[in-house]
C-alpha cells in the first residue's frame, strides 16, 4: 500500500464519519481512529501503521514515551499560536525524513525558497519505501521544522510556509 492510497483511506474514513477503522493485509495493519474536531473544525485522525511480525516487542517505558509525546505536543502547539499567518505542512506518515535524495544532492527547499503546488518538499521514508512529500499550496518557505535523517510521526509538522 503506497502513500496516496493511505492519504485517500484517510480522507475517506474522516468523510465517512466512522469512529475507526481497521484495516490488515497480509504485511501491514493499519489502525485509523477520528476524534474531536480539531482547530480548524475538522476531525482530528490518526493512523498506526504497523508491520506484522511473529514476535513483536512492546515499549519497555511505555510512560516515558507517552510524556515524550505530550512534551512534543505542547511544544507543537505553542509554536502554532507563534505562526497563525503561516501554513503547516505536516507529515502524511511515520518515517524518516529527508531534505535531500541522496547525500550527494541538493536539499530541495531551503528557508526562503518559492514554493508551488506539486513541487517536492522532502523524502519520508517508511519502511524501505521512499516516499516523495509534494507541497499542497504555493508561497515561501519561512521554517524547517525537523532535522534531516529524523524521525518524524503522523501529522508532525515538518515546514512552515507564508502562503502570501
Known amino acids: 500500500m503506497d502513500i496516496k492510497e493511505i492519504q485517500s483511506l484517510i480522507k475517506f474514513v474522516a468523510k465517512s464519519g466512522a469512529s475507526e477503522v481497521k ?12 476524534g474531536a474536531a480539531g ?19 512492546m515499549p519497555s517505558a511505555p510512560s516515558a514515551v507517552h510524556e515524550e509525546l505530550s512534551a512534543a505536543e505542547t511544544k507543537a502547539n505553542a ?9 503547516t505542512i505536516k507529515s502524511p506518515i511515520i518515517g524518516t525524513f529527508y531534505r535531500k535524495s541522496s547525500p550527494e544532492k541538493p536539499v530541495f527547499v531551503e528557508v526562503g525558497s518559492t514554493i508551488k503546488k506539486g513541487d517536492v518538499l522532502c523524502i519520508i521514508e517508511a519502511m524501505k519505501l521512499f516516499n516523495d512529500i509534494e507541497s499542497e499550496i504555493s508561497g515561501k518557505i519561512v521554517k524547517v521544522l525537523v532535522d534531516d535523517s529524523s ?14
Do not use: H
Open 39 to 57: 482547530s480548524y473544525g475538522e476531525p482530528t485522525t490518526y493512523v498506526q501503521q504497523v508491520p506484522m511480525a511473529q514476535n513483536q516487542m
Open 23 to 34: 484495516l490488515e493485509m497480509e504485511d501491514i495493519k493499519i489502525t485509523i481512529r477520528t
Open 79 to 87: 509554536e502554532k499560536a507563534e505562526n497563525d499567518k503561516y501554513v
Open 151 to 164: 524521525p518524524v510521526e503522523f501529522d508532525q509538522p515538518l515546514f512552515l510556509v507564508d502562503p502570501s
